[in-house]
């Protein structure tokens, strides 16, 4: 099985950066998914980190240590849209795909 | 356009009544999803399916029964003997690959459930 672990809930200030944590115990490792989900919506893609290091897309940031089962996402230069969900997905050789929790992102003016 | 569709997008049942949850895809995936989100929760997986025929249960198959006769179809039956079947379920599929971007689940905008 699979051990995923986000903090449930960050605030942050808009124009700020904030970092969220994902850690996950699993086997079969093959990578790891960063997902969005605004209210009541299906989530969107916004990551996939598969080798350790940092993968930059614009204000959004993911990174990955697969020695430590760590990942971040980083989002910089928030703004109000960036209110969601964000969901950490660890990604198996068997085709399991399952979530952590989701954090809740807050943006105040 | 490609795409997945989930249908119908709400759904009121009542209490001992089966009710099946329709998912198509036209993006000739392989493997289909299906997903269950309660209010300010993660998702959680229901069923899985990487190829036409076979299927895999997940986390909370309980209660829950599927078939995948065909690639672009995978409905989920939502069963009497599930307890608390109020909720948010979402359907994904992506292909099958080696490469990064094959991995990518597209998901479909969601059914609500709510029993009465």
């Known amino acids: 099985g699979q051990n995923i672990d986000q903090p449930t809930e960050m605030t942050a200030t808009e124009g700020a950066i904030v970092q969220i944590n994902c850690t996950y115990q699993?086997?079969?490792?093959?990578?790891l998914f960063w997902y969005q989900q605004h209210a009541g919506e299906a989530p969107t893609f916004l990551s996939y980190n598969v080798l350790d290091g940092l993968e930059e897309k614009g204000r959004f940031s993911s990174f990955l240590s697969r020695s430590k089962g760590y990942s971040y996402l980083l989002l910089k230069e928030l703004q109000m849209k960036d209110s969601a969900s964000y969901l950490c997905a660890p990604n198996t050789n068997a085709g399991k795909s399952t979530f952590g929790d989701g954090t809740t992102l807050t943006v105040k003016p | 356009d490609g795409g997945i569709t989930q249908s119908p997008k709400y759904l009121f049942r009542k209490e001992g009544q089966n009710v099946t949850l329709s998912c198509e895809q036209n993006?000739?995936?392989?493997?289909m999803y299906w997903y269950r989100q309660d209010p300010g929760q993660g998702l959680r997986l229901i069923y899985y399916s990487q190829i036409v025929n076979d299927f895999q249960k997940g986390d909370i198959a309980e209660g829950y029964s599927v078939s995948r006769e065909k690639k672009e179809s995978f409905p989920l039956t939502v069963t009497s003997a599930q307890k608390n079947p109020t909720a948010f379920y979402l359907c994904?599929?992506?292909?099958?690959?080696?490469?990064?971007?094959?991995?990518?689940?597209?998901f479909g905008a969601g059914s609500r459930l709510t029993v009465l």
């Open positions: 993006l000739n995936h392989d493997a």
């Open positions: 994904a599929s992506r292909q099958r690959g080696v490469s990064s971007g094959a991995n990518v689940l597209t």
């Open positions: 699993t086997s079969g490792f093959n990578g």
